[in-house]
């Protein structure tokens, strides 16, 4: 029974507030894990370009969203336009070192 904001589940009463912390502390715990064993990864393979750009799009996407909901506007536009500088950011690291690999070898 759902009477404002208060989820009974058997004779105890929980407020949804409580559940919504406890959700998103586990969510956060698992993002952690998953990000911690690829930053592992990347650094024995030595790719600092990648852990760069992971670092970069994690402060832009926190900094947008900061942005956002401190001016009160909906955040999905900002996220947006983050999210696409972000893949063309991606898409130059890529394509630049094969770039400039392939103009070395035309030399």
Same mark, same amino acid.
């Given at each position: 029974m759902l009477l404002s904001g208060i989820v009974s589940i058997g004779n105890v009463g929980i407020? *949804?507030?409580y559940i919504y912390v406890i959700m998103m %502390?586990?969510?956060s715990t698992a993002v952690y894990y998953l990000t911690k064993k690829i930053y592992q990864w990347a650094v024995r393979k030595q790719m600092m370009r990648f852990?760069?750009? *992971?670092?970069a799009s994690i402060i832009v996407?926190? %900094?947008t969203i900061i942005t956002a909901v401190i001016q009160e506007r909906d955040a999905w536009h900002f996220l947006r336009a983050a999210m696409q500088s972000l893949a063309f950011l991606g898409i130059c690291l890529a394509i630049f070192p094969l770039l400039h690999q392939f103009l070395l070898k035309r030399k």
């Amino acid at each position: 029974m759902l009477l404002s904001g208060i989820v009974s589940i058997g004779n105890v009463g929980i407020n *949804i507030t409580y559940i919504y912390v406890i959700m998103m %502390l586990l969510c956060s715990t698992a993002v952690y894990y998953l990000t911690k064993k690829i930053y592992q990864w990347a650094v024995r393979k030595q790719m600092m370009r990648f852990l760069a750009y *992971i670092g970069a799009s994690i402060i832009v996407i926190s %900094l947008t969203i900061i942005t956002a909901v401190i001016q009160e506007r909906d955040a999905w536009h900002f996220l947006r336009a983050a999210m696409q500088s972000l893949a063309f950011l991606g898409i130059c690291l890529a394509i630049f070192p094969l770039l400039h690999q392939f103009l070395l070898k035309r030399k």
